[in-house]
T-cell receptor, first 114, second 111 residues
Framework: GENVEQHPSTLSVQEGDSAVIKCTYS??????FPWYKQELGKRPQLIID?????GEKKDQRIAVTLNKTAKHFSLHITETQPEDSAVYFC?????????????FGTGTQLKVEL | NAGVTQTPKFQVLKTGQSMTLQCAQD?????MYWYRQDPGMGLRLIYY???????DKGEVPNGYNVSRLNKREFSLRLESAAPSQTSVYFC??????????FGEGSWLTVV
């Protein structure tokens, strides 16, 4: 089955700096890669996703890049703010929905310091 | 729309007791999932249901059973709870072009 590895497990940045979280996956059939943000005691919430026919996607301060050949994808957060502090999870699936399993990475605790 | 609703939010069980976690979604999604979340281990899939009437094992199914009661509801049952099942449980659903919402979570402690 699919295996998703995520690094780093913790990341501390100064407010205004950029943060980068990296994930690798094992199943070359995977073609859907969402990212989730989870605040303490809350549910994971989808923040951005990318499909394998796209190399990069941006949404304001958040961007995701995908390298299918190398089987890795990354989350980039620019101009970080204290409210970006949370745990971030990457995930991979063969297709979104349709009963296909979504496999998660182990998470990155991001701390944005003032 | 309430999205994905799961109950109970908190539960303490004694070893060997049984209980059922309930999950319902009002988005007319075909697929539903149960995950458990443990510190440092991310979210691991317990069982999923691709559509009404079907269920399949995920990564960590041992000690659990599920029922897809209808399109809206997907329950998770612990027949004989063990301390290793102390965790936070999340139900989720999907049915469109993206993986959809998670429920708010159920905090389960087995003593």
């Amino acid at each position: 089955g699919e295996n998703v590895e995520q690094h780093p497990s913790t990341l501390s940045v100064q407010e205004g700096d950029s943060a980068v979280i990296k994930c690798t996956y094992s199943d070359s059939a995977s073609n859907y890669f969402p990212w989730y943000k989870q605040e303490l005691g809350k549910r994971p919430q989808l923040i951005i996703d990318i499909r394998s026919n796209v190399g990069e996607k941006k949404d304001q301060r958040i961007a995701v890049t995908l390298n299918k050949t190398a089987k890795h994808f990354s989350l980039h957060i620019t101009e970080t703010q204290p409210e970006d502090s949370a745990v971030y999870f990457c995930a991979a699936s063969i297709t979104p929905g349709g009963g296909n399993k979504l496999t998660f990475g182990t998470g990155t605790q991001l701390k944005v310091e003032l | 729309n309430a999205g994905v609703t799961q109950t109970p939010k908190f539960q303490v069980l004694k070893t060997g007791q049984s209980m059922t976690l309930q999950c319902a979604q009002d988005m007319n999604h075909n697929s539903m999932y149960w995950y458990r979340q443990d510190p440092g281990m991310g979210l691991r899939l317990i069982y999923y249901s691709a559509s009404e009437g079907t269920t399949d094992k995920g990564e960590v199914p041992n000690g659990y059973n599920v029922s897809r009661l209808n399109k809206r509801e997907f329950s998770l049952r612990l027949e004989s709870a063990a301390p290793s099942q102390t965790s936070v449980y999340f139900c989720a659903s999907s049915g469109g072009p993206t993986f959809a919402d998670f429920g708010e979570g159920s905090w389960l402690t087995v003593v």
